[in-house]
């Protein structure tokens, strides 16, 4: 069976679980595509670019990369009222939520940052069951406590900052809850594919206005330009399609809390490429994510 059968038709009984092994591993590449993003940022920031000029460059090459792939593939656009709500996402509440993130970082330690963002999995099951009437059940519940203690695990280290880095933080994980939870009425009815076009290409559109009144500093040699290119390709294009592919798949909820593999993938790269210290309770910490992901996938709506 074709994967596009099992994404964007009806679901026939007896592919259910095949639908939603597809799903888990569509969430799973998306987070060890974001979690590879500081990585190559690093890279990026070292060469001179800064991140105006990364977040521009970023959505820009991956938008065009996905329109042109819309293209090649003949992939149907969303509809018109989805392209606003889809522009506003990628215009609006992601373009606000990297701001408020990276406020947050300017009054607080990347680690409480860091926790304070991966809120999101137990905001939007939460909210997901009050507005949308989403499935909870004991164990999803269980599950999203779990990867939200092994979260903060592996990100301890450096627990300090101001009340005003707080608030930046909380508004951040609060924005991105609401970018997902609205991204997962919107592909109820539309394609990932198209969905994370528009969003790519909206936010670019945003960071080059940005970009346009600033003073950018753009890569000054090709490594710089090749971490911009992982970052468009991987931790962008495969990132996103494949987060929203399992948002239709899985749920806001589940899709979610699979995701809080981004931080676990970060700091193993970290260690590996970068050279950096693991902490044994950073290691505790990412059993414990793993252990809520095996679990999830294992449970059943």
């Not at 593939?73 to 522009?87: E, M």
């Not at 940052?113 to 997901?128: A, C, N, S």
């Amino acid at each position: 069976m074709r994967i596009d059968s099992l994404i964007f038709r009806g679901v026939e009984p007896g592919v259910r679980v095949q639908r939603r092994a597809w799903g888990i591993a569509a969430v799973i590449g998306s987070a060890i595509g974001f979690g590879a993003m500081s990585i190559f940022a690093r890279q990026a920031y070292a060469d001179g670019a800064d991140i105006t000029a990364v977040l521009f460059l970023r959505f820009l090459a991956a938008g065009l990369l996905m329109a042109l792939l819309m293209f090649a593939w003949r992939r149907p656009w969303p509809r018109p009222f989805a392209v606003g709500v889809l522009a506003l996402m990628g215009g609006g509440i992601y373009v606000l939520q990297s701001y408020s993130f990276f406020k947050a970082l300017q009054h607080a330690s990347a680690g409480l940052v860091g926790l304070l963002l991966y809120l999101y999995p137990f905001i939007v099951t939460v909210l997901g069951a009050l507005l949308f009437r989403e499935p909870l059940g004991v164990k999803r519940v269980a599950a999203v406590g779990l990867a939200l203690a092994g979260t903060g695990l592996t990100l301890w280290g450096g627990i300090t900052g101001s009340p005003a880095g707080i608030a930046f933080g909380v508004i951040a994980a609060l924005l991105y809850s609401a970018y997902i939870l609205v991204g997962s009425r919107v592909l109820k009815n539309e394609e990932p594919f198209g969905a994370a076009a528009v969003v790519m290409l909206s936010a670019a559109a945003v960071f080059g206005l940005m970009t346009w009144i600033g003073k950018p500093s753009f890569p000054q040699s090709a490594s710089g330009w090749l971490a911009i290119a992982a970052i468009a390709v991987f931790s962008t294009v495969i990132a996103i399609v494949g987060f929203f592919i399992g948002v239709r798949i899985l749920g806001a909820a589940d899709a979610s809390t699979l995701s809080t593999l981004e931080p676990v993938v970060t700091i193993l790269l970290a260690a590996i490429f970068l050279g950096e210290r693991l902490e044994p309770v950073q290691l505790v910490g990412a059993a414990v994510v793993l252990g809520a992901v095996v679990w999830l996938t294992r449970i059943r709506r």
